[in-house]
């Protein structure tokens, strides 16, 4: 079975109020599963909100990959509504704090993704991952890629090498240009992404809001709105991110020339 019902929950987390933004995640997750989505995204951050004034403020709003309460209600919703579920979290891992994502289904806790490429005041705050991973559901492969991760081409193109069918990309949009560039990520790559946003003004930063999913032809084929909490969904054919092919005598991934995409400035 190639078809795969894919979403993203577009939601206002509350800065540092664990508990109620648990209690918004399980609200969106039941209604994802009214909507009988088989794999959802949520905003990156999604357990404690993202401006943190300092990075005491954060650690206070922190919790443990696996074995955390946003994780365990993860593993909870997953395993009743028999779906996947990325989501944002702010990490606790010993005296380090991480911008992570999770990935969860049904039989429990797959996965985790700590960002490599950290945005503005998050690099006084987290530690940056190291790589990317591709998490084999059974049904498809998804990379997990968030937000700033985006403007540079080789985290997507990583994930598409490692054999992702789909992206799922947990976002805090401050910038306008994502959902113009989205396409061409997707396009480059033959691969799905659903990029899940939030919404609202959290100090001095107002997010855009727009959760996307584009098509491996680089098409939009759902977005939400800039400033309502929502789902946005649609059914996607793992066929198409499994063809790599632009025209019948080119490959995206055969016609690569690594030795060819060098720094030398000028030819022998």
Known sequence: MTILRVGAIQFRPLLGDLEANRKKIVHFLEEAHRYEIDLVVLPELANSGYNFSSRKEALE??????????????????????MYIVCGINELDGGNLYNSAVIVGPSGYIGKYRKVH??????????RGDRYYVFDIGRARVGIMICFDWIFPEAARSLMLQGAEVIAHPVNLVLPYWQRMSPLRALENRVYIVSANRVGIEGDLSFTGQSIIVSPKGEIVAMASRTHEEIIYADIDLR???????????????????????LSLFPD
């Open 240 to 262: 198409e991110a499994r063809d790599k092919n632009i025209t019948p005598r080119n490959n995206i991934v055969e016609d690569r020339i690594p030795s060819a995409y060098t």
């Open 61 to 82: 709003a922190s919790e443990v990959i696996p074995g955390g309460p946003t994780v365990g209600i993860l593993e909870k919703s997953a395993a009743e509504y028999n």
């Open 118 to 127: 950290l945005f503005m005041r998050e690099k006084d705050i987290f530690e």
